[in-house]
């Protein structure tokens, strides 16, 4: 690159013309805003970026070459080897880069996309059970068969110009609508999908009482490959949190129809959900070595613990809920339990992944529940209970009629509004959606435990992936993320207690 010219005019140069080598002045850098990073007991410095997603750990002996980097006063290049490191993995960044205009373009580009379409289907909005802390009224059965039109309709109407497809089943109890509704839609998407290259992804929220061997290979073959079903204890704890609505117990069917999966040869993932409270929480030993034996440390099967809340059901007042901070303990002391049993647990690296990140599914634009009698909504928690949850309904020839000022409620980017998220050093992972419905129905800003705790956090994260080499690792972005339908009111029920 040529440098720049200049006439000299003095000590006899005349109108000579010199050129002179461009001197690049040294980059400078700043620390990134995402960062968070905490010390390991072992004096490994935790870093964690939530704009790349990447965490990893610096040895001690470079901890405080590292920190120097990552203080807020900025560093003048060259870089050194740490440097360098972190610069590549986004932790330092060039001084003049703009990284809120970096976030809102990955935003607009992911929150904004038109080909996706997830849809979260009820075939039945009756349950063979009646869990006590259930928040449901049970007012319809199946799906009608001109809303089964509909969304067939809507799904033919926009394939060609998907890249995903992603349909999860919930309910009520999604398997009541087995005949009527799974087996007529479930095959349809799997054909249409295949016959247009499209990514499908099918997931079902199930209590598995009726997922029985035959029946879960059938939607294995339809393309159903991730379920999550509640097991609340040993049969003494399930079957008093979990009855079947004329009382009987669950727990057994439940666990047969487990290893009736377990012995199924496909590939699918199981997430096995505890809801933990004060009544059940200390006895979760006998569970983990009954799901030990029954399981066999099949990889498919993994536990995921959540705090019951009051989420709005009769049983609310009765309910002994644990508080904000002991969820947080006990809730890390059951994943640490589940393991010494050798059984899987959801990774707290899945909490901390951006775009989707942990943004709820009610907060996507292109994501709707799709209720048995046709109406659309944002959230699986309240579904029609809450009026501004009902944003529009789906017609028999497929058409979406959406009041948008309604739906604009759920899917508006509140970072952008709301002072503290815009500062946030997790907007990228949570957005400020986290959960919607604290913002749409309280008036509250959702920030979830694992980041306010984020020290806590980065250190449970740390101890995961300490276990597995090479590190430092890095996270990929996975475009279609499942749409799991498991929500976090759970969590924010706990955190407005
Ligand atoms: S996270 Fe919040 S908005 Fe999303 S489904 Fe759960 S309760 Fe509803
Ligand atoms: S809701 Fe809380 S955690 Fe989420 S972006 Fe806003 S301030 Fe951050």
């Keep these: 690159m040529e440098g720049p010219c200049i006439t000299g005019t003095e000590n006899g140069v005349g109108s000579q013309l010199l050129q002179i080598e461009a001197v690049r002045p040294p980059k400078t850098y700043k620390a990134s805003r995402f960062n968070a990073h905490t010390i390991a007991a072992d004096g490994t410095l935790v870093l964690y970026n939530s704009f790349t997603g990447h965490r990893c750990g610096i040895p001690p ?12 006063v900025g560093m003048a290049g060259p870089l050194d080897k740490v440097g360098e490191y972190l610069r590549k993995k986004g932790y330092i960044v060039e001084e003049n880069i703009d990284e809120n205009a970096r976030h809102d373009v990955r935003y607009s580009r992911y929150q904004f996309r038109t080909d996706m379409l997830e849809l979260i289907l009820l075939p039945s909005e009756e349950c063979n059970f009646r869990c006590v802390y259930c928040s449901q009224e049970f007012k319809r059965d199946n799906m009608l068969p001109e809303v089964r039109e509909g969304v067939r309709n809507l799904v033919l109407q926009r394939i060609s110009k998907l890249k995903g497809l992603n349909i999860s089943w919930f309910g009520g109890e999604p398997m009541l609508g087995y005949e009527d509704v799974i087996a007529d839609l479930a095959p349809f998407f799997k054909e249409i999908t295949a016959k247009h290259d499209v990514h499908y992804f099918s997931s079902m929220t199930t209590n598995g009482y009726l997922v029985t061997p035959e029946r879960a290979a059938k939607m294995l073959e339809w393309g159903i490959r991730h379920y999550q079903i509640t097991v ?143 109406k659309l909504m944002k959230c699986t928690q309240v579904l029609d209970t809450l009026d501004s949850n009902v944003v529009g ?3 028999r020839d497929g058409e979406l009629e959406i009041e948008s000022d309604l739906l604009n409620g759920w899917v508006q980017p509140y970072y952008h509004t709301d002072v503290m998220c815009n500062k946030c050093f997790f907007v990228p992972v949570c957005q400020g959606a986290v959960c919607p419905l604290v ?14 705790e984020i020290a806590s956090t980065l250190l449970d994260l740390w101890e995961e992936e300490s276990r597995s080499v090479p590190r430092p690792s890095s996270v990929e972005t996975v475009p279609l993320a499942p749409v799991e339908s498991a929500c976090e009111a759970d969590v924010m029920s706990q955190a407005t207690t």
Excluded at 62 to 68: G, H, K, L, S
Aim: charged content about 25%; proline content about 6%; aromatic content about 8%.
């Design 439 to 452: 913002r749409v129905r309280d008036n509250v800003r959702p920030c979830p435990p694992y980041k306010t």
């Design 232 to 374: 609340d204890g040993t049969a003494g704890d399930h079957d008093q949190h979990r009855p079947l609505a004329d009382g009987g117990p669950t727990f057994q069917v439940i666990m047969d129809n487990l290893i009736g999966l377990k012995n199924n040869p496909e590939s699918f993932k199981v997430t096995v959900r505890v809801n933990f409270d004060k009544t059940n929480v200390r006895r979760f030993g006998a569970l983990f070595q009954q799901l030990r034996e029954s399981l066999q440390g099949d990889s498919r099967f993994e536990m995921d613990f959540h705090p019951v809340g009051k989420w709005g059901g009769p049983n609310d007042d009765d309910l002994e809920i644990c508080g904000f901070k002991e969820v947080g303990r006990l809730h890390k002391e059951l994943r640490q339990e589940a393991r010494s049993h050798g059984l899987g647990t959801m990774k707290v690296s899945q909490m901390l992944e951006p775009d989707p990140g942990s943004v709820c599914y009610a907060a996507r634009p292109y994501n709707f529940i799709i209720g048995t009698d046709g």
């Design 393 to 395: 309904r789906i017609c």
């Design 61 to 72: 002996q470079w901890a405080e070459t590292a920190t120097r980097y990552l203080s807020q």
